[in-house]
């Protein structure tokens, strides 16, 4: 991926923002969640369920909805990185939000069906390995940061449009972690922010947030701007041997449908599996 090393320029105000993004796409309320599972989805979702009983079993830290932000520099410094150049991306991000064609947004799965309207919506950088081309060629300095995360598995801007709430969730897998770098923040702060499990948290313009996604969550916009954040899920720490367990699980193409919140451009056969795998996780909540 060719990178550039020119800073970009400014971006314009947060007026100029909002009032001339692009209209928002319509999201249709997935209603897939109701396949009955079979044999196959069965199976592999056990396997699946051990790896993460070997995860918890033998993760570095202990499992937290937010991970301590004097913490932060400590167990991730690259994220000093992101919070330093924050300014950089957040140029990148407003001039893509500004184009008249813009790449496509995604919201697929369930991710699809926590929105509900059009509430969120995602521009896609990097989804387990595949670079959105279009995307990263507009965005280099981004990009050239993202190089350097280590683990990197997701990266995405989320855009939270005004007076919008995405409804209690849970994310499929454990071998995961979320970060959310903030980029627009509406001046009301404390009207715009996440919860997961029982904390709470607002967003802040070049901080950076750790959250475990298992725990079920929650995030809500009560403004009348929109919320833009870098969004990144990165492999957790572990020790070994869960360290391997979670790179086959994570690397071996079977397990997408039973991992990933929505699959882009996804074969017929792992849309049948992750249909089967959410009904599963509906019948044990």
Not at 82 to 106: D, F, T, Y
Not at 187 to 209: K, N, P, T, Y
Not at 231 to 251: E, G, K, M, T
Request: with cysteine; glycine share 4%.
């Amino acid at each position: 991926m060719a990178m550039s090393h020119m800073a970009p320029t400014a971006p314009e105000s947060d007026s100029a923002i909002l009032d001339e993004r692009p209209a928002l796409p319509e999201i249709v309320v997935s209603n897939e969640n109701a396949a009955l599972p079979g044999w196959v989805t069965r199976k592999l979702m056990a396997v699946v369920a051990w790896v993460e009983h070997k995860n918890s079993d033998h993760a570095i830290h202990a499992r937290e909805e937010f991970v301590d932000p004097a913490q932060i520099p400590v167990r991730f410094p690259w994220v000093l990185d992101l919070e330093q150049n924050w300014s950089l991306i957040r140029g990148e991000v407003a001039r893509l939000m500004m184009r008249k064609n813009p790449p496509a947004s995604h919201a697929t799965g369930d991710a699809a069906a926590i929105a509900q309207d059009r509430a969120w919506k995602t521009f896609s950088l990097i989804s387990y390995g595949f670079a959105a081309d279009e995307t990263t060629a507009q965005c280099p300095e981004t990009s050239r940061l993202l190089d350097k995360v280590p683990g990197l598995v997701t990266a995405m801007f989320s855009v939270l449009e005004p007076g919008r709430h995405l409804p209690p969730h849970r994310g499929p897998y454990n071998g995961l972690m979320r970060l959310h770098l903030g980029l627009i923040i509406p001046e009301a702060s404390e009207d715009v922010g996440i919860r997961v499990a029982d904390q709470v948290q607002h967003w802040q313009e070049g901080r950076a947030l750790i959250l475990d996604d298992t725990f079920e969550h929650e995030a809500w916009n009560d403004t009348d701007q929109t919320r833009v954040v870098l969004f990144v899920d990165f492999v957790r720490p572990l020790r070994f041997p869960a360290r391997l367990l979670n790179w086959l699980v994570l690397n071996v193409f079977v397990f997408r449908p039973f991992i990933r919140e929505g699959l882009d451009r996804a074969q017929w056969w792992e849309r049948r599996f992750y249909r089967e795998a959410q009904s599963m996780r509906a019948a044990r909540a």
